[in-house]
């Protein structure tokens, strides 16, 4: 797997919930390690806009990321379009500095934002609704997701299949960046990224981060 490795891309993801919002010089220290791209959470999972991405972005920027996503966890219980277009019409400033939005498909457990109270059918369709918002803003689209959560969530893992022609971010925490382990579901036989070392086992420049990789492949690469 060396030769893997040696032409795979690093990168991090995380919300920003220190008592400080993260500074340049911290997110420096990031990109000094070798990490590539970042992720940044942009919606809370109880449904409200994170208002520390207007800090942690733009110092993302300032310390040299050339790649930043934003992520957003939505609430089951509220309105998958206005979720949307609640936390891009926070980031307008940014959109030229957005790679990607990611949907963070997995169970919620903030009271009114769960998953369970829905059928299969309609989590599907609220998923489809969420995706078509993104792309509606101008901006490419992604899914995190898990195949545990997906047969969770859709009911099974074949459940779904809609959005093969969208990227897949997935997680298991196994130290091990390559897709040596992943179990098609949704559709996806190839995923995009995989994130691999959990954030409460594991800090940079004493930053708690989730540590994620993706093949060094152009057509893997952020558009």
């Known amino acids: 797997m060396i030769p893997l490795l040696a032409f795979g891309k690093f990168g991090i993801d995380f919300g ?4 400080n919002d993260f500074s340049v010089s911290d997110l420096q220290c990031l990109r000094s390690t070798g990490i590539q ?22 110092n993302a920027l300032k310390a040299g990321f050339p790649s ?13 379009v206005q979720q949307v277009q609640q936390m891009m019409g926070n980031l ?4 030229g500095n957005i790679e990607r939005v990611w949907l963070d498909i997995e169970m919620n457990p903030n009271q009114g934002c769960g998953w369970d109270t829905h059928s299969f059918e ?9 995706v078509d918002a993104v792309k509606e803003q101008n901006n490419d689209v ?24 969208i990227p897949l971010w997935y997680p298991h925490f196994d130290y091990n960046p390559t897709f040596d382990d992943f179990t098609p579901f949704g559709g996806w036989v190839n ?15 004493g930053i708690p981060v989730d540590q994620d990789w993706m093949p060094h492949v152009d057509d893997l690469q952020f558009q």
Request: net charge positive.
């Open 37 to 58: 791209f970042a992720i940044i959470r942009g919606w809370h999972s109880y449904g409200a806009f994170d208002q520390r991405l207007l800090t942690t972005l733009p």
């Open 191 to 205: 995923p995009t990224i995989k994130q691999y070392i959990d954030l409460t086992r594991n800090t940079k420049c």
């Open 92 to 95: 307008t400033q940014y959109r």
């Open 68 to 80: 930043i996503g934003v992520y957003l966890f939505p609430c089951r219980g509220m309105d998958a």
């Open 16 to 19: 920003p919930d220190s008592a």
């Open 122 to 130: 309609e989590n599907c369709l609220y998923i489809s609704q969420m």
């Open 142 to 165: 992604g899914i995190y997701a898990s195949h545990r959560g997906w047969n969770i969530i859709l009911g099974s893992e074949t459940a779904c299949q809609n959005f093969t022609d």
